[in-house]
């Protein structure tokens, strides 16, 4: 997945900046999935969408009870915050979306 943002974000001219940020999200997030106490061996969709001003990432994954657990002080969903502008959980009929959306103006406006 790491990869394949890689080539995705060259084919459209992202920033390394931001492509890192990405990719840092995303080990993050899939550390996380990958480690939930689940014996089902599912698979795991991802989906790149870079728009204009936003590069969003859609993580299917079949966990219905997924969720970004919870360290003290700081939350998993706070560290990937970090590096992301949004993130949002939806429980679906077949497991979880999570949603992940980098804005890109603001960060090809501060590169000028």
Do not use: C, M, W
């Not at 993580?59 to 970004?68: H, R, S």
Request: proline residues 5%.
């Amino acid at each position: 997945a790491v990869k394949a943002l890689e080539q995705i974000a060259k084919n459209y001219d992202i920033p390394p900046e931001v492509t890192g940020d990405l990719q840092i999200a995303i080990i993050d997030l899939f550390t996380n999935i990958i480690g939930q106490d689940n014996t089902d061996n599912e698979n795991i969709y991802i989906r790149f969408k870079p728009l204009e001003h936003v590069f969003i990432i859609e993580i299917k994954t079949p966990y219905k009870e997924f969720v970004l657990p919870i360290s003290k002080p700081v939350s998993q969903e706070q560290l990937i915050r970090n590096y992301i502008d949004d993130i949002k959980i939806e429980k679906t009929s077949s497991g979880t979306k999570i949603t992940l959306v980098k804005n890109l103006k603001k960060n090809l406006t501060s590169a000028s």
